[in-house]
């Protein structure tokens, strides 16, 4: 990490990657500004409760998520969160309580075979990249594009074990972040067309139209 913030100086902000210690403030700003603000989340009404941090922690304990801290406050003001995926995963929305949840999930997933970026690449084992995002307080300074060219910088060192990279995004704008940095769309759900029982499922999404489902090679 001491690589990373010399080549990509913040003044008054440091990546650190995620440790234990920081893990329960890592959650609680997902709770706190990522879901609220995330189209699909948000269209539903989701809230993150206790079950769903839970959830989250063990997603999240191979400690490879970036963060961003306010060095003044000590405080995570932006967050990139990653982890390993391999080839015998298996979808299991079993353990999410909450339908809204669930429903998100069923929609993110809905084409999971031929989402298979193991049998696109060749590989056994690849990464995830699940959410983007910074603090309103600190948005506007194009942080996202900081920490995903981070996120980048710090995992092109695994690229020969982990060849490749994989997220779903649902937010235009976070979109247009992934494509500056090369991530090619596989698959695109348009948020219109998806319906249950002839009614549209996701409503008043703004300009956020789709969810795009991205690869990138390292």
Partial sequence: MQDINAALPLDGLLFELLSEGRMQALVDFLADYYFPDMPLSKSLGVVADD??????????????????????SDEIIGIK??????RSVQLNTDEIKDETMKTIWKFIYQKHNEMNVFKRFDVNVAIKFPHL?????????GLGFKLIEAALMFFSQFALEMPCIT????????????????????????????????EV???NMGENVSTKVYVKQL
């Fill in 167 to 198: 997220v779903e995004v649902s937010s235009g704008h976070a979109q247009r972040i992934f494509e500056k940095y090369g991530f090619e769309t596989i698959h695109t759900f348009l948020y219109a067309d998806y319906k249950e029982n002839g």
């Fill in 81 to 86: 969160t990653a982890l390993t995926l391999t």
């Fill in 133 to 141: 995002g910074v603090r309103p307080d600190f948005r506007e300074r």
């Fill in 51 to 72: 079950s769903l941090k839970e959830i989250l922690k063990s997603r999240f304990s191979e400690h490879l998520s970036l963060i961003l801290i306010d060095e003044s």
């Fill in 201 to 203: 499922v996701f409503k």
